[in-house]
């Protein structure tokens, strides 16, 4: 048994069209699956001919985002004369705000990507962050603008995240002594690393808080200051061993500190241009 086919026809590159599709794709059920083709950058009628001949040839659906009204309503209206469902997603919207708000679209192709870039690297650094949180991969290392290093319970996963919501790319890596850390992290530029340093009174009382929090009792090697003491001598040896600046995150906020690691890296692209 053939795909049903799902041609995606869009004046741009057809992002938007492709996501509704999918999304009304996945109500339905198919032992094969389904075939979606996008077809980019419309501007012509014979691109809407070629695609009209094949959709009518697979008996495909064709799904589309175009603002010329020219183009679209030829689109609708050769596809109607061959029986094929041909549905217009944007269309009715645009047509619809016209008459509420009484105002001419610029009916202009690929506006959302001009406006959303923004949007589409905050949510890739948020994605990264997420994918390189606590040591997880060490290659996002490499890849990474920022990278925080700091042992258990200094903040580096709401750091990671803050600062991806400013479009930055952060890995954070947690400090062991029992556990070597990454190669990578030796290789890449120090300037791109922060230690993250706490007073060990400070981060006592955080981990009691957090073994209390979890039903555990107190006594955990975890909260043990002698065991924290070890912890930080070993973090302060793997900073030296980088050459990388450190913050004391004892008495800030997460703001706070990512303002630190922000000006921090202003001055060196400042220094550096």
Sequence with gaps: MSKPVVYVVSDSVGETAELVVKAAL???EHQGGFELQRVPYVEDMQIIKETLDLAEQKKAIIGFTIVNRVIRQHLLTEASKRQIECIDIMGPMIDAMERSFN?????????VHKLDEDYF?????IEFA??????????????AD?????ISRTSKTPLSQYLAHK????????????VDPPAELFDVDPDKCIGLRISPEKLNDIRKERLKALGLGEAAS????DRIHEELKYFDDIIQRIGCQIIDVS?????ETANVILNIRNRLFQNRN
């Design 26 to 28: 996945i109500q339905f």
């Design 103 to 111: 105002q001419k679209p610029k009916l202009e192709a690929g506006l």
């Design 121 to 125: 690297k905050r949510v890739e650094a």
């Design 130 to 143: 997420v994918r390189y949180d606590d040591g997880r991969d060490a290659r996002g290392i490499s890849e």
């Design 146 to 150: 920022i990278i925080l290093i700091g």
């Design 167 to 178: 479009r930055l790319k952060v890995a954070n890596v947690p400090i062991v002594p029992e």
């Design 222 to 225: 975890y909260a043990n200051l």
């Design 251 to 255: 008495n800030k906020a997460v703001e």
